[in-house]
C-alpha cells in the first residue's frame, strides 16, 4: 500500500481490544506488514506458505487472517470502507436498494466433496457465489455454497442475511433465476420488494440490462483477484472472506485515489 491508501486503510481497521480497556495481549507485529500480506495473497493467488520473505512468517500471517475471520474483523473492517465510499460519493452509508445475483467458479482439488456441486447450467463443479451488491457495486451480503444450489433456495437465507444487517433495504433487482416463491417470500416476510429484470425476447446478442449489469460489474472487479480464479479453500467462511478483502482492496484504493 501506499501511504496514501494506509491512512484510509488504518482509520477503517478495528480497534484491538487491549487499547479499549477489553484485556488481551498487545500485538506484536506491523498491522500494515499484516494487512499487505493478506491482500498480496488474495491478489497473486499464492498459497499461504508461499508468502515472500519481505513479509512476516505465513503462519502469523495466517494466524491473522484466521483471527479476523472467526471474530467478524474482516466483515467490521469492509463495512467501514463501504460507509465511506458511500458517503464521499454523496450517498447515505445505509443503502435502500440491491441487486442479488450468483456465480459459479470451479474448485481446486484441496475444497472437500461436502461444500462442492455440479451447475448443470454452467457446467461447472465446484462453488456458487451469491452476493448482494448496492446501486454502487458494493458489496452488501455474500454466501458461498456448492454450485449445485439454486439460486431461490440461496437467495431466501442470502435475503435474510441482508435484511437482519441492512433492515432499511426495500428493494432488490434480480435476474429469471430469482422467481417464483421467493418472490412472494421477499415481499411478505423480509418487507422487500423483489424485481426480476428480464431479458426481452426480441433482442439478440449482448445487450446491457438495467441494475443487472451492476452485480456484473462487481464479479468482474473480484475476478481481478487471481485467488478468486476459481475456489482454493477448504472452508466457506474462509471463501466468503477472501471475497471482502478482495473488495476492501477496490474501495481503499479508490478512496486513496479520491484524497489525492
Not at 475444497?111 to 463443479?125: L, M, S
Amino acid at each position: 500500500m501506499s501511504d496514501a491508501e494506509w491512512a484510509v486503510v488504518r482509520d477503517a481497521m478495528p480497534v484491538p481490544g487491549w487499547l479499549e480497556g477489553r484485556g488481551g495481549q498487545p500485538e506484536s507485529y506491523c498491522h500494515r506488514q499484516m494487512v499487505d500480506a493478506v491482500r498480496y495473497l488474495v491478489a497473486g493467488g499464492i498459497t499461504w506458505r508461499a508468502m515472500p520473505a519481505d513479509f512476516p512468517a505465513w503462519d502469523r500471517v495466517y494466524a491473522f487472517f484466521r483471527r479476523w475471520r472467526d471474530k467478524d474483523l474482516t466483515a467490521e473492517f469492509h463495512d467501514r470502507l463501504r460507509d465511506r465510499v458511500r458517503q464521499v460519493a454523496g450517498r447515505d452509508a445505509e443503502p435502500t436498494a440491491g441487486i442479488i445475483d450468483a456465480q459459479s467458479v470451479k474448485a481446486a482439488a484441496s475444497v472437500p466433496a461436502a461444500t462442492r456441486g455440479f451447475d448443470g447450467g454452467k457446467k461447472i463443479n465446484g462453488r456458487k457465489r451469491h452476493i448482494v451488491v448496492d446501486t454502487l457495486g458494493l458489496l452488501l451480503a455474500v454466501m458461498v455454497t456448492a454450485a449445485s444450489v439454486t439460486d431461490r433456495d440461496a437467495g431466501q437465507t442470502l435475503l435474510a442475511r441482508l435484511r437482519e444487517r441492512h433492515w432499511h433495504i426495500t428493494r432488490v433487482w434480480a435476474d429469471g433465476g430469482y422467481t417464483g416463491r421467493l418472490v412472494d417470500l421477499a415481499r411478505s416476510v423480509l418487507h422487500v420488494a423483489l424485481t426480476v429484470v428480464r431479458r426481452s425476447d426480441d433482442t439478440s446478442g449482448f445487450t446491457v440490462l438495467p441494475k443487472r449489469w451492476l452485480v456484473e460489474r462487481t464479479f468482474a472487479w473480484l475476478m481481478h483477484s487471481r485467488r478468486l480464479a476459481r475456489d482454493y479453500e477448504t472452508r466457506t467462511d474462509t471463501s466468503e472472506a477472501v471475497i471482502k478483502w478482495a473488495m476492501s482492496t477496490v474501495m481503499s484504493r479508490r478512496l486513496a485515489r479520491r484524497a489525492r
